[in-house]
């Protein structure tokens, strides 16, 4: 196994695995509960941590969390088809109707 990503957040820990796992990349967090041990120990060892499973997967993993990280490009905003909804470039359904987003 081996570190591929460490926060002081368990939610972005968390949301990060969500993300190798979809991608079918097994992975374990680790210190997920050892907050409390802050102050005793120095704050970053008890930070949780997210762990590939296979060496083979940590290269994509890591451009994996690299790319969730990544600033958004903004892009442009779209219209509904079906309801003509404006919604902003990161929605790729629409929340009035469903509708998915056309294809460009």
Request: proline share 8%.
């Amino acid at each position: 196994m081996k570190l591929v990503y460490s926060s002081h957040s368990p939610l972005l820990v968390g949301h990060m695995r969500n993300i190798l796992e979809s991608e079918g990349i097994r992975c374990v967090c680790r210190n997920m509960m050892l907050v409390g041990g802050a102050g005793e120990l120095p704050p970053t060892a008890v930070w949780p941590e997210l762990w590939v499973e296979r060496e083979i997967d940590y290269e994509r993993a890591e451009r994996l969390i690299r790319e969730a990280q990544a600033p958004s490009s903004g892009g442009e905003g779209w219209t509904c088809p079906g309801c003509g909804e404006r919604l902003e470039p990161q929605f790729t359904e629409c929340w009035q109707c469903g509708r998915s987003r056309p294809k460009r």
